[in-house]
């Protein structure tokens, strides 16, 4: 018998499907030639593809049957091997191929590149599960060293596959941690788990998750920059401090560059203020330590930075509006960031922003009686305040006069109900992956659109990039922070109220204060409170101050003029609500702060936290009023508490941020407990734990005001924008902005 030939002869019938004549010729040969096993290897199979399996596995039995015990184990290798041409010929023919080499598991469980090829087309039948890893002994094989024949680069795609499609199935982790004695490139390793990262962090809201499976990329590549920074960053954000700060302050060491490093000390901050820790002396000497960074190195005024050290630089001032309410100094940095930035992105992008100089020029030339193209930018349009808030402008636009245009930053593969809604109330939205810098430029390129409204500033670094390209004649920022200083952003929206008189003197952008208020809602959605006074031990009789901030927004001076409160107004209880994980932090620096100013701990009451918004709205019914954060107030917390007629103390100041809730309560249609100065906070506090009739007044106006007030008119908000389009645009037409 001449094997090469028979192989040959194999492949032919398996290229033709022609299993019927293949099993009516090696039968011819069996009789012809009884003692030759391959005839019978090459039989089984035919037969197991005919649909035949009982009678191919008695094929293979009976020719088996006569072995001396030495031939037994050289037969079974034969008949995996023709099994094997068998599968790798069939490959695209999923199903065939997923049946043979679940019979080369049968004879040979520990093939363990068989195995993988099995994990694979599993994917491609859509019936994979993870557990499949354990049962068929994958990850045992590779965790004890078996496995020595293993095809690397097919393991490495295997584990690609399996974290693409189940990224947080236990057997997941436990695969990428059995891959590492077997990697040959780190690099190539360390990119597919940074992959399912990003996927778990930001599409699965599981950063601790993703966080754990990063980190194992460090066991090969122990001071990978990169790697390093995204870890910390994942733990940061679950709220991991050992590791979120551990991992910065590395990743700092290993630096010698200065952009870099003004980053690096960055992250630190992201570390100690997400985790609970921002009010720490070390965290105040790092901030005063940042400033110090960016002084020098602005002074060079780079001009050939990477687009990552561009991105990373937008982000560098981030959190001094936290820690100091001095909107000159604040604005002023963020305006050289912003200037060295857009430089730098113009010479990595001459090209796209000519071709969009060019189309503005012909656009003023044309009849512009069609309905203006607004596209919204954004990564926060889900379950999270800017989706909560932006809901309304959404739902009231005029549709003849605007087509909405949605683009849903890192958005594909994320559950969320409210990002599905405005995909829904869109005329066109794009939900992008991860890493779609490209394709996102080019679809808003491609659009066209007359007006771009950016919700995110300096809260997403890559949208102040896609500011800068200038990918519509006007842009402008609203809503979700700050203005970033970007050149080329026309307008930041605001109101009377949010900014002082004088504000203009220091933004780039022309600030363009709309009639009344600069966000209104219909409303919110309440469910019933999952919380009672009984259950904090708060007798029914207390008075009760509540602060519902983040814990990056408590300030040191702020919570002493809280405690003062607190002491001052007999009965008293202030409860504390926060979303950050190492709460006891936040609950330390409160008690020794509490104890330094005379007030009983057992006063101090922590809330704990509750899986819905509309839960923990209900159970701010718990509290007589609320104290506001400073210098950095509540926006959405401030507009659910006055929704829910309960009275606020807050402390205006000068930034955007110091002022968020004094707009607010204007447009909710009370001025009682709006402070000027430390002193005033303290006297509205005290006044109003003090004063029973005062708190119903206010409690009674605000509930009254539900229905007047234009906080809470979503729709004549809606026209007011609209208006603010309009008029943007003819002032463009005109060549006047």
Same mark, same amino acid.
């Not at 190539?188 to 754990?212: C, D, H, R, T």
């Not at 940095?333 to 796209?352: T, V």
């Given at each position: 018998?001449? #094997?090469?030939?028979? $192989?040959?002869?194999?492949?032919?019938?398996?290229?033709?499907?022609?299993?019927?004549?293949?099993?009516? +010729?090696?039968?011819?040969?069996?009789?012809?030639?009884?003692?030759?096993?391959?005839?019978?290897? +090459?039989?089984?199979?035919?037969?197991?593809?005919?649909?035949?399996?009982?009678?191919?596995?008695?094929?293979?039995?009976? !020719?088996?049957?006569? !072995?001396?015990?030495?031939?037994?184990?050289? /037969?079974?290798?034969?008949?995996?091997?023709?099994?094997?041409?068998?599968?790798?010929?069939?490959?695209?023919?999923?199903?065939?191929? /997923?049946? *043979?080499?679940?019979?080369?598991?049968?004879?040979?469980?520990?093939?363990?590149?068989?195995?993988?090829?099995?994990?694979? =087309?599993? #994917?491609?039948?859509?019936?994979?599960?993870?557990?499949?890893?354990?049962?068929?002994?994958?990850?045992?094989?590779?965790?004890? %060293?078996?496995?020595?024949?293993?095809?690397?680069?097919?393991?490495?795609?295997?584990?690609?596959?399996?974290?693409?499609?189940?990224?947080?199935?236990?057997?997941?982790?436990?695969?990428?941690?059995?891959?590492?004695?077997?990697?040959?490139?780190?690099?190539?390793?360390?990119?597919? =788990?940074?992959?399912?990262?990003?996927?778990?962090?930001?599409?699965?809201?599981?950063?601790?998750?993703?966080?754990?499976?990063?980190?194992?990329?460090?066991?090969?590549?122990?001071?990978?920059?990169?790697? *390093? @920074?995204?870890?910390?960053? #994942?733990?940061?954000?679950?709220?991991?401090?050992?590791?979120?700060?551990?991992?910065?302050?590395?990743?700092?060491?290993?630096?010698?560059?200065?952009?870099?490093?003004?980053?690096?000390?960055?992250? *630190?901050?992201?570390?100690?203020?997400?985790? &609970?820790? %921002?009010?720490?002396?070390?965290?105040?000497?790092?901030?005063?330590?940042?400033?110090?960074?960016?002084?020098?190195?602005?002074?060079?005024?780079?001009?050939?930075?990477?687009?990552?050290?561009?991105?990373?630089? +937008?982000?560098?001032? #981030?959190?001094?509006?936290?820690?100091?309410?001095?909107?000159?100094?604040? =604005?002023?940095?963020?305006?050289?960031? !912003?200037?060295?930035?857009?430089?730098?992105?113009?010479?990595? $992008?001459?090209?796209?922003?000519?071709?969009?100089?060019? @189309?503005?020029?012909?656009?003023?030339?044309?009849?512009?009686t069609k309905p203006l193209k607004i596209g919204y930018v954004s990564h926060c349009l889900r379950t999270h305040s800017v989706g909560w808030l932006t809901r309304w402008l959404f739902q009231y636009h005029n549709r003849e006069n605007f087509k909405i245009y949605t683009y849903l930053i890192n958005a594909q593969g994320r559950v969320d109900d409210l990002q599905n809604w405005y995909v829904q109330n869109s005329d066109c939205a794009y939900e992008f992956p991860l890493y779609a810098s490209e394709q996102i430029i080019n679809t808003i390129t491609k659009d066209e659109l007359d007006i771009i409204v950016d919700l995110d500033s300096i809260t997403l670094n890559f949208c102040c990039k896609i500011m800068a390209l200038k990918l519509a004649p006007i842009q402008l920022s609203w809503l979700g922070w700050d203005a970033s200083e970007v050149p080329t952003i026309d307008y930041f929206i605001a109101d009377p109220y949010v900014l002082p008189e004088n504000a203009q003197d220091h933004y780039q952008e022309t600030i363009w204060r709309l009639p009344q208020t600069y966000i209104a809602v219909d409303g919110f959605e309440i469910a019933n409170p999952s919380l009672r006074r009984e259950h904090l031990n708060i007798p029914s009789h207390a008075i009760v101050f509540l602060t519902a901030q983040s814990g990056y927004k408590y300030n040191l001076e702020t919570a002493k003029l809280q405690m003062q409160i607190i002491k001052s107004v007999p009965n008293s209880y202030f409860l504390i609500k926060d979303s950050i994980k190492e709460q006891a932090l936040v609950q330390e620096y409160l008690i020794q702060l509490a104890d330094e100013i005379g007030v009983n701990s057992d006063r101090l009451k922590f809330m704990p936290a509750v899986p819905l918004a509309s839960i923990h709205r209900a159970n701010l019914m718990l509290a007589d009023i609320l104290l506001d954060t400073y210098p950095y107030n509540g926006a959405t917390?401030?507009?659910?508490?006055?929704?829910? %007629?309960?009275?606020?103390?807050?402390?205006?100041?000068?930034?955007?941020?110091?002022?968020?809730?004094?707009?607010?309560?204007?447009?909710?249609?009370?001025?009682? &407990?709006?402070?000027?100065?430390d002193e005033e906070y303290v006297d509205w506090g005290i006044k109003l734990g003090t004063d029973e009739n005062l708190r119903q007044q206010i409690s009674w106006k605000l509930r009254k005001n539900r229905q007047m007030a234009p906080l809470w008119n979503g729709k004549q908000f809606t026209r007011e924008m609209e208006n603010a389009y309009e008029q943007m645009w003819q002032k463009y037409i005109e060549g006047k902005n």
């Amino acid at each position: 018998m001449n #094997f090469l030939n028979q $192989n040959e002869q194999a492949i032919q019938y398996l290229k033709n499907g022609d299993y019927s004549a293949a099993i009516n +010729y090696y039968e011819e040969q069996i009789s012809i030639e009884p003692d030759i096993k391959p005839y019978y290897w +090459y039989l089984g199979l035919f037969l197991l593809l005919q649909g035949e399996e009982v009678e191919a596995q008695t094929t293979w039995l009976l !020719a088996m049957t006569d !072995a001396e015990p030495e031939e037994v184990e050289q /037969w079974t290798q034969d008949l995996k091997q023709i099994l094997k041409l068998g599968a790798e010929q069939l490959q695209d023919q999923y199903s065939s191929a /997923w049946l *043979i080499r679940q019979h080369i598991r049968e004879i040979s469980p520990d093939d363990i590149n068989n195995l993988l090829n099995l994990i694979n =087309l599993s #994917f491609q039948l859509k019936i994979y599960i993870g557990e499949d890893l354990t049962s068929w002994g994958i990850i045992e094989q590779l965790q004890q %060293g078996t496995s020595q024949e293993v095809d690397v680069e097919y393991l490495l795609e295997t584990l690609d596959q399996v974290l693409n499609f189940d990224p947080l199935h236990p057997q997941s982790y436990e695969l990428s941690k059995a891959c590492i004695p077997y990697v040959n490139n780190p690099e190539k390793y360390i990119n597919i =788990l940074l992959k399912a990262a990003f996927q778990i962090a930001v599409a699965m809201s599981q950063p601790e998750a993703a966080g754990n499976l990063a980190e194992l990329g460090l066991s090969l590549d122990e001071n990978n920059l990169e790697l *390093i @920074r995204q870890v910390a960053t #994942f733990y940061q954000d679950s709220g991991n401090r050992e590791k979120g700060v551990g991992f910065a302050k590395k990743y700092y060491s290993l630096l010698e560059n200065k952009i870099e490093k003004v980053f690096a000390n960055h992250l *630190i901050i992201r570390g100690l203020i997400h985790t &609970g820790s %921002g009010q720490s002396a070390e965290c105040v000497s790092l901030v005063k330590y940042q400033k110090n960074l960016l002084d020098s190195y602005l002074i060079e005024n780079p001009n050939n930075l990477t687009e990552r050290e561009v991105l990373q630089l +937008y982000s560098a001032s #981030f959190f001094f509006p936290y820690f100091q309410d001095n909107l000159p100094e604040n =604005l002023l940095i963020r305006h050289k960031i !912003a200037q060295i930035c857009q430089r730098n992105i113009e010479h990595q $992008n001459s090209d796209i922003i000519q071709r969009n100089r060019q @189309r503005y020029s012909l656009l003023k030339l044309k009849n512009q009686t069609k309905p203006l193209k607004i596209g919204y930018v954004s990564h926060c349009l889900r379950t999270h305040s800017v989706g909560w808030l932006t809901r309304w402008l959404f739902q009231y636009h005029n549709r003849e006069n605007f087509k909405i245009y949605t683009y849903l930053i890192n958005a594909q593969g994320r559950v969320d109900d409210l990002q599905n809604w405005y995909v829904q109330n869109s005329d066109c939205a794009y939900e992008f992956p991860l890493y779609a810098s490209e394709q996102i430029i080019n679809t808003i390129t491609k659009d066209e659109l007359d007006i771009i409204v950016d919700l995110d500033s300096i809260t997403l670094n890559f949208c102040c990039k896609i500011m800068a390209l200038k990918l519509a004649p006007i842009q402008l920022s609203w809503l979700g922070w700050d203005a970033s200083e970007v050149p080329t952003i026309d307008y930041f929206i605001a109101d009377p109220y949010v900014l002082p008189e004088n504000a203009q003197d220091h933004y780039q952008e022309t600030i363009w204060r709309l009639p009344q208020t600069y966000i209104a809602v219909d409303g919110f959605e309440i469910a019933n409170p999952s919380l009672r006074r009984e259950h904090l031990n708060i007798p029914s009789h207390a008075i009760v101050f509540l602060t519902a901030q983040s814990g990056y927004k408590y300030n040191l001076e702020t919570a002493k003029l809280q405690m003062q409160i607190i002491k001052s107004v007999p009965n008293s209880y202030f409860l504390i609500k926060d979303s950050i994980k190492e709460q006891a932090l936040v609950q330390e620096y409160l008690i020794q702060l509490a104890d330094e100013i005379g007030v009983n701990s057992d006063r101090l009451k922590f809330m704990p936290a509750v899986p819905l918004a509309s839960i923990h709205r209900a159970n701010l019914m718990l509290a007589d009023i609320l104290l506001d954060t400073y210098p950095y107030n509540g926006a959405t917390t401030t507009m659910e508490t006055l929704w829910m %007629g309960i009275p606020m103390v807050t402390r205006v100041g000068q930034q955007f941020s110091a002022r968020n809730s004094y707009t607010m309560m204007i447009n909710a249609g009370i001025t009682e &407990g709006i402070a000027w100065t430390d002193e005033e906070y303290v006297d509205w506090g005290i006044k109003l734990g003090t004063d029973e009739n005062l708190r119903q007044q206010i409690s009674w106006k605000l509930r009254k005001n539900r229905q007047m007030a234009p906080l809470w008119n979503g729709k004549q908000f809606t026209r007011e924008m609209e208006n603010a389009y309009e008029q943007m645009w003819q002032k463009y037409i005109e060549g006047k902005n």
